[in-house]
């Protein structure tokens, strides 16, 4: 999965916020609390596994326009003459 500057940077911005979230539950993990520390590890990879693989309404415009350009533009042969 190729990642441009704009899906950079929406992953970072995920994992500024997703970090603390995962570290409180690795420590509450760590201080016997294995049910609020596993649900709190599982939202951290929630957070940032899911929106790499879900189709979110703001995603639709983007995926309309490249398959219109894919549509549009065809790939050169290679001429090896």
Do not use: C
Not at 6 to 29: D, H, K, M
Not at 37 to 61: E, I, K
């Amino acid at each position: 999965m190729r990642l441009g500057i704009f899906g950079t940077l929406q992953l970072a911005a995920t994992l500024i916020f997703a970090a603390p979230v995962a570290v409180f539950g690795l420590s509450r993990l760590a201080a016997g609390e294995t049910l609020l520390g596993t649900g709190a590890v599982v939202v951290a990879v929630g957070m940032v596994v899911l929106p790499q693989y879900l189709t979110t309404p703001s995603d639709l415009p983007g995926e309309a326009a490249e398959r219109v350009v894919g549509a549009v533009v065809k790939e050169p042969e290679d001429d090896e003459n």
